[in-house]
């Protein structure tokens, strides 16, 4: 009881002896933490403790020029994308969270869209990236990625003609961004006068693409474009591997960028090209490597070169806004709206939910590194042939 | 399509790996099932967590991934051992339980599922973790393959062979295929039903743990990699017979040719068709299981 007594006076007497402190804001988010997207989520995760440890060191964030303390809450939404929606809604109305980050992927995006109009609250997105909610032209969420799927399509046919690509094999998995890709793909390289000699989708589960990877080897194109999320990804690689697939131009969409791929392939990554629109070897953007050093001190490994990147634009993104906007949910959408902003990947800015300044690009791994090749204008380095597979 | 293709040795060497893989997973799935009846739906995260085990021993100390095989299986087959003692022993001896033994082993096992995966993630992160060893791709007979894949078929297959024999000629396998058959005879003629359970254990989780080393050479590992190599063991099981060991090896083979040519006949989209297609035809057309003898009501 004494100590007890002793412990409420020393609370009261610093109470009183200390300046009134800021309440702190609440920022929320529901993510992948565990269930089969978490493997993908990880790095999104890990750039959003980044931040909070960083937040955390400043003292807080600029509120409309009042800095404020910040308390996050976290949940984990399974990988399911029928709870995102029911947690955001949680995080609106039970947690009252004055701001919001978004969850991992496309699929989860487009379930909480709904709740976020609903209330009117504004996400600004980031790991995904769908032309079908772009057309519903909602209000309340933003997609900082330039790798919008008829954009790819199309960008990456002008790719292959200027490598003077005429066959393709193309091979998608079954899931809703790929499929999304595939189906602005297909038309562009048809008017690009590119013949498609191998044509599959397989569904997630796959274990061996052996039959597949046999037919491409078969018909032996220019290129092979392996519309994949990263376990695919890497049966696609192996099994190139293995059958000595030489197309000197191997797409392979979605994974190379993440740090264990370098790790499981070596130098068989090199020369392989994957979809993104970010790299610390730009000069352009100033903000790129500090990132990059910041993410690679925590983390002793790289950032993800596609989601980490966005998920932290999306936070530059949110915080800029919230520094001229402050907390008041139609000045923020109206900010975000209307306001340029500064990020690790250059100049954003939005015309409904998608990003106008950053183009389309594709990056290729040389000596280990990945490479924005593609569009000339960005490029860090010159897109080279895939020169074969080691033995 | 050119159909000289369903005869390339490349398809067959990977309709080999995947059986062989799926074969170590099955049989320690049927095992378990068949002595005890005990539904371990949390057999895959047992591959997972043999993954796991490789994987460190490779990253932090570069011990060969087959090597540390070894040292997993023994460590897994302590700790089914273990378990087996501590906790199954007391379901065996509580009547109540005992009558209701299939279901609550399905919930308790599908709950231990979650927690191993999410203690794993909790300790290792979900990141996805990868390595290389042994990925010289070697040229056999027409067929390209990475060595680790190969090596994969050699220790798998030689297993499973190691496996079949011990059933058929060493007196603990007869002993477990006389429990499989019939539990309260085999106590009658004097087996030791109590020691055996804690062989399967023991045995069933070692292949567990082998299967999941390998498989940490040619593909990724994560937290959530094992439920999916769980429901191909139990259709396989259904396939070859529950409680057939000789039925999982062929029942491995069959899903394996499913996959491997049925998609490269018809489409890589119609996989799951095919494999769930044979399973629901297995279940209707042979319930026993393919070298399953019928089932009399007990």
Redesign the interface.
């Known amino acids: 009881m004494k100590t007890a007594l002793a412990l409420a006076a020393t609370l009261f007497a610093a109470g009183v002896t200390q300046a009134p402190a800021q309440e702190p804001i609440k920022i929320g988010y529901a993510i992948?933490?565990?269930?089969?997207f978490?493997?993908?989520?990880?790095?999104q995760i890990q750039t959003y403790e980044l931040w909070e440890e960083q937040v955390a060191a400043a003292g807080g964030i600029d509120v409309a020029g009042t800095k404020r303390p910040v308390k996050f809450i976290t949940y984990d939404d399974q990988s399911d994308f029928g709870k995102a929606p029911q947690i955001y809604e949680k995080l609106i109305t039970d947690d009252k969270v004055d701001l919001l980050l978004a969850p991992w992927g496309t699929p989860f995006h487009f379930a909480i869209a709904g709740i976020l109009e609903k209330y009117q609250f504004p996400v600004v997105g980031n790991s995904a990236a769908s032309v079908t909610i772009r057309d519903i032209k909602p209000g309340n969420i933003w997609f900082p990625t330039s790798c919008i799927p008829d954009r790819m399509g199309a960008e990456l046919a002008k790719f292959l003609v200027q490598q003077k690509v005429k066959t393709a094999a193309v091979?998608t998995l079954?899931l809703p961004f790929s499929l999304e890709v595939k189906k602005f793909l297909m038309p562009a390289l048809q008017s690009a006068g590119i013949k498609v000699v191998v044509n599959?989708?397989?569904?997630p589960?796959?274990?061996?693409?052996?039959?597949?990877l046999?037919?491409i080897k078969?018909a032996a194109p220019d290129s092979v474009l392996s519309l994949s999320y990263?376990?695919d990804s890497?049966?696609y690689m192996?099994g190139a591997?293995?059958?000595?697939i030489k197309a000197p131009f191997q797409l392979v969409l979605v994974g190379p960028a993440?740090h264990?791929f370098s790790?499981?392939?070596?130098p068989n990554l090199d020369g392989i090209v994957t979809m993104g629109h970010w790299s610390p070897h730009e000069a352009k953007w100033p903000k790129a490597k500090p990132f990059y050093d910041a993410y690679m001190k925590k983390y002793n490994e790289p950032p993800d070169y596609l989601d980490s990147a966005l998920a932290w634009m999306s936070i530059e993104i949110l915080e800029q806004a919230v520094k001229t906007a402050g907390l008041d949910k139609a000045k923020i959408r109206q900010a975000i709206s209307t306001e340029t902003f500064d990020t690790i990947n250059g100049p954003v800015k939005f015309n409904g939910v998608e990003n106008t300044l950053t183009p389309t690009m594709f990056l290729q791994f040389q000596k280990g590194e990945a490479q924005i090749v593609w569009p000339v204008s960005e490029a860090t380095a010159t897109f080279e042939p895939k020169s074969g597979?080691t033995? | 399509m050119d159909l000289s293709v369903l005869f390339s040795a490349q398809l067959l060497a990977s309709v080999l790996v995947l059986a062989s893989l799926y074969a170590l997973v099955a049989i320690g799935l049927n095992l378990v099932y068949g002595t005890m009846r005990l539904l371990n739906v949390a057999h895959g995260e047992l591959v997972m967590l043999g993954g796991y085990a490789a994987y460190w021993a490779f990253a932090q100390w570069g011990i060969s991934p087959l090597l540390a095989a070894l040292a997993g299986m023994v460590i897994a087959a302590g700790i089914g051992g273990l378990i087996y003692v501590a906790v199954v022993r007391r379901l065996f001896r509580s009547p109540n339980l005992l009558a209701r033994i299939e279901s609550n082993s399905l919930l308790v096992f599908f709950g231990i599922s979650i927690i191993v995966q999410n203690i794993t993630a909790l300790a290792f992160t979900a990141n996805s973790r990868g390595y290389s060893y042994l990925d010289d791709v070697i040229e056999i007979g027409g067929a390209r393959i990475a060595a680790n894949r190969l090596a994969t078929l050699a220790v798998a297959g030689a297993t499973c062979l190691a496996c079949a024999l011990f059933f058929r000629y060493a007196r603990s396998g007869m002993a477990m295929r006389a429990i499989i058959q019939h539990r309260d005879a085999a106590a009658l003629v004097g087996i030791d039903v109590d020691r055996v359970n804690v062989q399967v254990f023991a045995l069933g989780f070692a292949l567990a743990a082998l299967a999941g080393a390998l498989i940490s050479m040619s593909q990724q590992i994560s937290p959530f990699m094992g439920f999916p190599f769980t429901v191909s063991g139990f259709v396989i099981i259904i396939l070859g017979g529950l409680g057939n060991l000789t039925g999982s090896i062929i029942g491995s083979l069959i899903l394996a040719a499913v996959e491997v040519y049925g998609v490269t006949l018809m489409s890589p989209s119609f996989r799951s068709i095919l494999v769930y297609g044979v399973f629901i035809a297995a279940l209707l057309l042979r319930p026993q299981g393919l070298l399953g003898r019928s089932i009399r009501a007990r």
């Open positions: 992948s933490k565990t269930g089969q978490a493997p993908a989520a990880h790095t091979t079954q599959d989708e397989y569904a589960d796959v274990k061996d693409l052996t039959a597949t046999t037919k078969q990263p376990s890497i049966l192996k591997r293995e059958l000595d993440e264990f790790k499981m392939f070596g597979w033995k």
